[in-house]
């Protein structure tokens, strides 16, 4: 079992940035890849971003590209979410996965889910 908490989300305006953190704790972190998701009131989960386990290859949205950096620190248990220039479209609960397969773009491929955290982007 992964157990993964969220934190970092908040109220920002338009145009401004955050930093999602998501801590792991339980499996070794390193043998998962992982991949942050978002949700907006009344529409499915989407794929935002996702790192391999060593983190050398990266995957972006295209809605985010340019302004979303995903990280990883190993020894920490850690991995973040830059996101930058934000738009009130990027109002969503944002939330981190794990997968101990190859990361993709796919909810399904992921088998561990934090909690999530509300990012609200005013206009």
């Known amino acids: 079992q992964v157990q993964l908490v969220e934190s970092g989300g908040g109220l920002v305006q338009a145009g401004g940035s955050l930093r999602l953190s998501c801590a792991a704790s339980?499996?070794?972190?390193?043998?998962?890849?992982m991949g942050w998701f978002r949700q907006a009131p009344g529409k499915e989960r989407e794929f935002v971003a996702a790192?391999?386990?060593?983190?050398?290859?990266?995957y972006y949205a295209d809605s985010v590209k340019g302004r979303a950096t995903i990280s990883r620190d190993n020894a920490k248990n850690t991995v973040y979410l830059q996101m930058n220039s934000l738009k009130p479209e990027d109002t969503a609960v944002y939330y981190c996965?794990?997968?101990?397969?190859?990361?993709?773009?796919?909810?399904?491929?992921?088998?561990?889910w934090g909690q999530g955290t509300q990012v609200t982007v005013s206009s």
């Open positions: 996965a794990a997968t101990s397969s190859y990361p993709d773009k796919t909810v399904a491929t992921y088998n561990y």
């Open positions: 339980g499996r070794t972190f390193n043998n998962y890849a």
């Open positions: 790192m391999s386990r060593t983190g050398i290859t990266t």
